[in-house]
């Protein structure tokens, strides 16, 4: 086969699976590993208050080209912490508003979530 063809393949599975799935499928089949490598195998990355931002950012540029979705939850400053420019950002518990997504993240589609009820797990 010809590795156009493996990137079809994974191209319209990809839309289907989570990421953990994405990365065994690869690891699994060996023909689709030497084609594509081990990078842009993400299409969403979630970030939160207590990830290592650190190794977020790595993730993040490493895997950039196919990431569609980034979440950002319980930040007080998204944007402090990487200037993220996914196609879709949405933000969970930010204390942020409609204005500072549309100064910040103009190139994005953007959601914001405020839960409104309390945590009884931490």
């Known amino acids: 086969m010809s590795i156009l063809y493996y990137k079809d393949i994974l191209c319209t599975i ?5 990421n953990k ?3 065994e499928l690869i690891v699994i089949n060996k023909n689709i590993n030497k084609t594509l490598g081990t990078s842009n195998l993400f299409i969403t990355i979630s970030i939160h208050r207590e990830s290592n931002i650190c190794d977020m950012i790595r993730c993040y540029i490493k895997h950039k080209k ?3 979705k980034t979440t950002i939850s319980d930040t007080k400053d998204p944007s402090s912490i990487w200037p993220f420019s ?3 950002m949405i933000f969970v518990n930010c204390d942020i508003d409609q204005n500072y997504t549309n100064k910040n993240y103009k190139s994005s589609k953007t959601a914001i979530i405020n839960n409104k009820y309390p945590r009884f797990w931490h």
């Open 66 to 68: 196919s990431i569609i």
């Open 21 to 23: 799935d994405i990365v």
């Open 14 to 18: 990809k839309e289907f699976l989570d």
């Open 86 to 88: 996914s196609k879709n």
